[in-house]
Nanobody, 122 residues
Framework: QVQLAESGGGLVQAGGSLRLSCAAS????????MGWFRQPPGKEREFVAA????????NYADSVKGRFTISRDNARNTLSLQMNSLKPEDTAVYYC???????????????WGQGTQVTVSS
């Protein structure tokens, strides 16, 4: 299984931007479908975005569509999430995830990172 480690979280004002990164090691990153999830305070973890192994298929939650962009660099084994126009409701712990299929990576990933905190102040 691929091991995942997120970075790039922090505190930002509403309307600002952050870029999260996820470094992958072990496994075969270039063949893994990748995704981002988040867990807001006191709530369940929820799907944010997913990208296919080649980058040709991307999916987004309605709540982030048009504001967030998922991308990957298979040569560097990295996954990214560019977050623009951030809102206080985007405050959450953000997790990188991997799975063998797009269906799984959107619902029940097989690998998870440890998470990185994103806080958006109003």
């Amino acid at each position: 299984q691929v091991q995942l480690a997120e970075s790039g979280g922090g505190l930002v004002q509403a309307g600002g931007s952050l870029r999260l990164s996820c470094a992958a090691s072990g496994g075969t990153f270039s063949r893994a479908q990748m995704g981002w999830f988040r867990q807001p305070p006191g709530k369940e973890r929820e799907f944010v975005a997913a990208i296919s192994w080649g980058g040709s298929i991307v999916n987004y939650a309605d709540s982030v569509k048009g504001r967030f962009t998922i991308s990957r660099d298979n040569a560097r084994n990295t996954l990214s999430l560019q977050m623009n126009s951030l809102k206080p409701e985007d405050t959450a712990v953000y997790y990188c995830a991997a799975a063998g299929t797009m269906s799984l990576v959107r619902t029940t990933p097989t690998s998870w990172g440890q998470g990185t905190q994103v806080t958006v102040s109003s």
